[in-house]
């Protein structure tokens, strides 16, 4: 099994760290890690570092830190615009894109969102995916943390800006004629990806979207619910762009 991950604000500079807080409630109470244990250390900006348990105590571990190293950010970026769903889908497909590696993800309000996300409410909803991404972050050992949303609900608007500034842009649609698997992706820069809630995606937004330079694609003859769309469009592209 491998080592553990938990996420520090920076990496420990010296050889002797400790590492307190929630994360170290997690390791000495929680998966209660005994002295002569790995673990790894990461900021979330891929900054890692092996260490080893030196001595545990209620809340806290002692480790000393035994290598270092640093993993560039992924290049071209994945980016998903996720339609806000109703229930748990929303933090279901956050949780499972994260942990196959996408880059950011934003929560779209979509013509079909049953679930609206406003004022506090959009803001606590989004602090729920932001966490939910950071704990299968950890669960992944993944050393970069993927970027949660900038507003909590992004208009079709701001949407369609994002994907003309994008180095390529495409929309899951059950009736795209173009594959996933076979159109041309950009060797760098930033790939965006739109999935729509549960309802789809209306005619009006995909063409604001075509208009701004997206492409509608799909995957196969199936049609995917929003928690396994974005997923599955995602294990495409890391298998494409050699991530896999």
Known sequence: MSAPLFLVESLPVTAHHTLDGPEGHHAADVQRLRAGETL?????????????????????????????????????RLVVVQGIAKGDRGELAVQAMTEIGVDEILPWAAARSVAQWR??????????????????????????????????????KQVAARLGAADAAFVM?????????AVG???????????????????????VFVAAGATAVRLGREVLRTS??????LSVLSARLGRW
């Open 173 to 181: 649609h059950e009736e795209a004629t173009e594959s996933l698997t």
């Open 40 to 76: 790894i250390l990461a900021d979330g900006r891929g900054g890692s570092a092996v260490a080893k348990v030196t001595a545990v105590r209620k809340g806290s571990v002692d480790v000393e830190v035994l290598d270092r190293e640093y993993g560039p950010a992924a290049d071209p």
């Open 228 to 233: 396994t769309a974005g997923v599955a469009a």
């Open 119 to 156: 004022g506090d409410r959009g803001a606590r909803a989004r602090d729920k995916w932001a966490a939910t991404a950071r704990e299968a972050a950890k669960q992944a050992r993944r050393a970069w943390l993927p970027v949660v949303g900038g507003d909590p609900d992004c208009s079709t």
């Open 185 to 207: 992706l950009p060797s760098s820069g930033e790939i965006a990806l739109v999935v729509g809630p549960e309802g789809g995606i209306r005619d009006a937004e995909l063409e």
